[in-house]
């Protein structure tokens, strides 16, 4: 009974190993299935190197180069104004712009005349009597008293003729200052004056600015003054500064003109702490300006033209990483780290130099997490170009 005992679990035992072993022997295998690798969709834009200039933006108020208050140098009635003399009238320089009445200065100028004539003759009639009396003297028939008493009359008649030559230049310089002349080409900003009115000498007459430049201050922040080849301080014009282009909308339109920096101001300003860049326009009237005149007062955008760089990447601003990388589809669509030297950044784009390899693609997607030559679908967009400053206003 005992030995059963031991024997039957044993052959328990043996008949589960049997059965398992048989059911092993008998399963169908199992099918292995490679998962695909799903590639990521990332965005890509296609780059080139350039050779560009460093641009400088900033803004300012055309402004005259010279702007005076027009005032009589005589008194008198206003007898004849020019059809320029309006607000807004443009002139040359030296032309009529005002006539005073002439009557005055010409009757001075006659009483100049003849008061010049009297004085000649007692500055001849007192010469003649010196050199009588100097001539007695010789002889030793004229007292000293009688000729000093002649010295003393030649001496005083060349005084009053000295002095009546002195009234009538004068005369003659009042009779022409009657009619006043343009000091420069330029425009009328404000005239304050009618015919018929009596003017005193210093009233002023109107406000006038010459047109033959105008110059607009830039402000520039002084991380901006790196990418400009700018003598700070220099004092003297620039005689072949940076290039400007100014932009604005005019009459409903957009517009630009060309013009160059021509010094810096001699200060930093002490509320913004920029420098200010002065900027000139010629002829901003003329025709060779383009369809509309730089006018006074237009308030521009500029961009000023820096040193010339070469090799220079234009791409996106979020595709930098850190600032120091970048990453690029090569052309396995396989995802790489390169490295940048970053020049500076435009609004949002970024000037880089880096060696991109071939078939190179910057990619502009956020990726988390980076892994050398993981693979993607790279998904092309338009690459970053300079945007012109009313196109960025838009």
Same mark, same amino acid.
């Not at 040359?92 to 009757?107: F, M, Q, V």
């Not at 390899?357 to 990726?367: H, L, Y």
């Given at each position: 009974?005992?030995?059963?005992?031991?024997?039957?679990?044993?052959?328990?035992?043996?008949?589960?190993?049997?059965?398992?072993?048989?059911?092993?022997?008998?399963?169908?295998?199992?099918?292995?299935?490679?998962?695909?690798?799903?590639?990521?969709?990332?965005?890509?834009?296609?780059?080139?190197?350039?050779?560009?200039? +460093?641009?400088?933006?900033?803004?300012?108020?055309?402004?005259?180069?010279?702007?005076?208050?027009?005032?009589?140098?005589?008194?008198?009635?206003?007898?004849?104004?020019?059809?320029?003399?309006?607000?807004?009238?443009?002139?040359?320089?030296?032309?009529?712009?005002?006539?005073?009445?002439?009557?005055?200065?010409?009757?001075?100028?006659?009483?100049?005349?003849?008061?010049?004539?009297?004085?000649?003759?007692?500055?001849?009639?007192?010469?003649?009597?010196?050199?009588?009396?100097?001539?007695?003297?010789?002889?030793?028939?004229?007292?000293?008293?009688?000729?000093?008493?002649?010295?003393?009359?030649?001496?005083?008649?060349?005084?009053?003729?000295?002095?009546?030559?002195?009234? +009538?230049?004068?005369?003659?310089?009042?009779?022409?200052?009657?009619?006043?002349?343009?000091?420069?080409?330029?425009?009328?900003?404000?005239?304050?004056?009618?015919?018929?009115?009596?003017?005193?000498?210093?009233?002023?007459?109107?406000?006038?600015?010459?047109?033959?430049?105008?110059?607009?201050?830039?402000?520039?922040?002084?991380?901006? +003054?790196?990418?400009?080849?700018?003598?700070?301080?220099?004092?003297?014009?620039?005689?072949?500064?940076?290039? &400007?282009? +100014?932009?604005?909308?005019?009459?409903?339109?957009?517009?630009?003109?060309?013009?160059?920096? @021509?010094?810096?101001?001699?200060?930093?300003?002490?509320?913004?702490?920029?420098?200010?860049?002065?900027?000139?326009?010629?002829?901003?009237?003329?025709?060779?300006?383009?369809?509309?005149?730089?006018?006074?007062?237009?308030?521009?955008?500029?961009?000023?033209?820096?040193?010339?760089?070469?090799?220079?990447?234009? @791409?996106?601003?979020?595709?930098?990483?850190?600032?120091?990388?970048?990453?690029?589809?090569?052309?396995?669509?396989?995802?790489?780290?390169?490295?940048?030297?970053?020049?500076?950044?435009?609004?949002?784009?970024?000037?880089?130099?880096?060696?991109?390899?071939?078939?190179?693609?910057?990619? &502009?997607?956020?990726?988390?997490?980076?892994?050398?030559?993981?693979?993607?679908?790279?998904?092309?967009?338009?690459?970053?170009?300079?945007?012109?400053?009313?196109?960025?206003?838009?």
């Amino acid at each position: 009974m005992n030995r059963w005992k031991l024997i039957l679990p044993a052959l328990v035992i043996g008949a589960a190993i049997l059965g398992g072993a048989g059911l092993l022997a008998t399963a169908p295998e199992v099918e292995k299935i490679d998962r695909p690798v799903v590639a990521r969709a990332v965005r890509v834009v296609e780059v080139a190197a350039e050779t560009l200039p +460093l641009i400088v933006r900033s803004q300012g108020t055309v402004a005259p180069r010279t702007e005076s208050e027009l005032v009589p140098e005589v008194s008198g009635r206003i007898v004849w104004n020019s059809p320029a003399l309006v607000s807004g009238g443009f002139f040359r320089e030296g032309e009529p712009l005002l006539r005073l009445d002439r009557a005055d200065y010409e009757t001075a100028l006659a009483r100049a005349n003849a008061s010049l004539e009297r004085a000649k003759g007692e500055w001849e009639h007192a010469k003649a009597n010196l050199d009588r009396r100097e001539e007695l003297a010789r002889q030793g028939v004229a007292s000293s008293s009688q000729l000093d008493d002649a010295r003393r009359q030649a001496r005083v008649s060349a005084a009053v003729l000295d002095e009546a030559e002195l009234v +009538l230049r004068q005369a003659r310089r009042d009779l022409d200052r009657t009619e006043i002349h343009a000091p420069f080409d330029g425009r009328v900003r404000a005239e304050h004056v009618d015919v018929g009115q009596f003017l005193s000498r210093g009233q002023p007459i109107a406000t006038l600015y010459a047109t033959d430049y105008v110059e607009i201050r830039l402000p520039i922040p002084d991380a901006e +003054l790196a990418y400009l080849d700018l003598p700070l301080f220099a004092g003297a014009a620039l005689a072949e500064g940076p290039r &400007v282009t +100014l932009r604005a909308r005019f009459a409903g339109a957009p517009h630009s003109w060309h013009g160059r920096i @021509v010094r810096t101001e001699g200060e930093i300003d002490p509320k913004s702490r920029m420098v200010h860049a002065v900027a000139r326009v010629e002829d901003p009237y003329g025709e060779a300006v383009g369809t509309a005149p730089l006018a006074v007062g237009l308030f521009v955008e500029a961009e000023i033209e820096g040193p010339v760089v070469e090799n220079v990447l234009r @791409v996106p601003r979020g595709a930098l990483r850190d600032r120091d990388h970048m990453l690029v589809v090569d052309a396995n669509d396989q995802l790489q780290r390169v490295e940048i030297e970053l020049l500076r950044l435009e609004r949002d784009d970024a000037l880089v130099r880096a060696s991109l390899p071939a078939g190179g693609r910057v990619c &502009v997607s956020q990726i988390t997490t980076f892994v050398p030559g993981m693979k993607v679908k790279p998904q092309p967009i338009a690459p970053p170009r300079a945007k012109p400053i009313e196109d960025a206003r838009r």
